[in-house]
């Protein structure tokens, strides 16, 4: 996979996969849970919410 700032259809899948592996809506849409829970995993702490 290539970055190339473009959000298609590869990316909202990867979305999806990456909410339903810590348990957010997988609606695709990077909202603010997702993106906290991205951040959080960048961070090396679990993205999961308790």
Known sequence: MF???YFGVQ???IVIKF???NELR????VD???LN????R???NSS???
Do not use: F, H, L, M
């Open 3 to 5: 970055v190339t700032g």
């Open 37 to 40: 829970a991205i951040r959080a």
């Open 11 to 13: 990316t909202e899948q």
């Open 42 to 44: 960048i961070n090396g």
């Open 32 to 34: 603010s849970k997702t």
């Open 19 to 21: 909410q339903q592996d």
């Open 48 to 50: 999961r919410q308790q």
């Open 26 to 29: 997988p609606n695709g849409v």
